[in-house]
């Protein structure tokens, strides 16, 4: 069966940078596993409630977006960094589909404003790797505003390195998972 892998922008900002970032990898996924199906979910155009405990689990969009985590073999989470932690709404976007993470391959993207945050990702990560078993790529990319042009593009060549390198190490640890099981 070929493999399908995930890319979720999580920030709202319609001027975001992490979704900037996510549109690389999209792109590169696409190139580098042309065999393969690679997806894309943006929380600014899917609109999901706050997870409550309770009632939101029935939000008329959660299922379409469930379907797409549990179908992926690997994911890649594009992050905005708030108050020295991954922003509000990717950790919303794990405790309303929990499980469905269950053994993925996840790997993220990271923008911040200055240097300092880049341990931020980490509780998210320690979340995902005991409640759902995933596997945390280790090669992370953390971009702060000093990579990205007036025009908003990527102008660091060391941060598109990265992408790229990130977009290869998921299909590598995928595919090698998906071959062993
Ligand atoms: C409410 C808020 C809190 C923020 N907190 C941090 C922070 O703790 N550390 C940091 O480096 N940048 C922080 N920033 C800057 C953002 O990480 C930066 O704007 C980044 O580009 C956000 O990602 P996005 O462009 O994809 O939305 C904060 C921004 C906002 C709006």
């Given at each position: 069966m070929k493999s399908n892998f995930l890319v979720v922008s999580t920030s709202?900002?319609?001027?975001s940078k992490s979704r900037i970032m996510a549109r690389i990898a999209y792109d590169n996924l696409k190139r580098l596993a042309d065999q393969a199906e690679v997806n894309w979910l943006d929380l600014q155009e899917v609109e999901l409630p706050i997870?409550?405990?309770?009632?939101?689990?029935?939000?008329?969009?959660l299922p379409a977006v469930k379907e797409q985590i549990e179908k992926a073999d690997g994911i890649i989470v594009a992050i905005p960094i708030y108050n020295y932690a991954s922003g509000a709404m990717a950790k919303n976007l794990i405790e309303l589909?929990?499980?469905?993470?269950?053994d993925k391959t996840v790997g993220f993207l990271c923008a911040a404003g200055?240097?300092?945050?880049?341990?931020?990702?980490m509780s998210l990560a320690n979340s995902l790797m005991l409640d759902f078993r995933s596997l945390i790529i280790p090669s992370f990319v953390y971009a702060d505003g000093?990579?990205?042009?007036e025009t908003d593009g990527i102008t660091d060549e060391a941060v598109l390195a990265r992408i790229e390198k990130l977009s290869r190490e998921l299909i590598r640890i995928s595919d090698s998972l998906k071959t062993a099981a």
């Open positions: 709202l900002n319609q001027d997870c409550d405990g309770g009632p939101a689990y029935e939000h008329p969009n589909t929990g499980r469905a993470w269950t200055g240097k300092s945050s880049y341990m931020s990702v000093n990579a990205f042009d």
